[in-house]
């Protein structure tokens, strides 16, 4: 799955530079073995966060692009959207999907799913695991939009060292989501519609019946 990511990471045009940030010698070993870029991180990180931000510190770079190694599903399409927000005075951005509402959809019913909020010029008011806004009248609920949220970032290199400085947030504990701790300490999140699916695995069932894109 990390070759997959990897590979899928080199077509993009807007990347100069792909490196597998790990702490774990298996994956240090997979990426060495089909010739990719990895780096051997601390073993103290609390998130994915603080490993990209550690090897970031160290390039010569105004804009990082964080991808998950559990997101196989990633196009280049969409992490050259995502660099493409930075043209602009934007701290940090990400990618989000509409979704039609439907009451008994998975995909938004899912505490697995992320779901956001965002204000007229598309950025992150919340993020929740839990289905938001609120639907208090359902026949309502067909002309408001719903949007997934995609788990990738970008960030400027300046403010991805400010925030993994930061304290971990009330919110942020709540609901086990660390973007929730930049919201709460005023840092403005972009966002950019993408209407390509990305789905993370984030255990082996979730590989069951998919197939990958060429």
Wanted: net charge negative.
């Amino acid at each position: 799955m990390i070759r997959r990511v990897y590979e899928q990471a080199l077509k993009a045009t807007s990347l100069t530079d792909v490196i597998v940030a790990t702490d774990d010698d298996r994956i240090f070993n997979e990426v060495k073995s089909f010739g990719g870029k990895v780096v051997m991180t601390s073993p103290n990180h609390q998130n994915g966060t603080e490993r990209c931000a550690e090897v970031a510190a160290t390039l010569n770079t105004d804009v990082v692009i964080n991808i998950q190694g559990d997101e196989p599903f990633i196009q280049p399409q969409q992490i050259n959207l995502l660099a493409g927000i930075f043209s602009k005075d934007v701290p940090i951005a990400t990618l989000i999907k509409e979704h039609p509402f439907h009451a008994l959809d998975e995909a938004l019913s899912n505490t697995a799913r992320i779901k956001v909020v965002v204000n007229n010029n598309l950025e992150a008011m919340y993020f929740s695991r839990s289905l938001i806004p609120f639907i208090r009248n359902s026949s309502k609920a067909l002309n408001t939009p719903f949007y997934k949220h995609i788990g990738i970032y970008g960030f400027r290199k300046d403010v991805l060292l400010e925030l993994v400085k930061l304290p971990p947030s009330h919110l942020e504990l709540a609901e086990s989501l660390e973007q929730l701790r930049w919201l709460q300490n005023g840092y403005k999140i972009q966002c950019a519609i993408t209407d390509m699916e990305s789905a993370s695995v984030d255990e082996p069932g979730d590989l069951e019946g998919l197939s990958f894109p060429v």
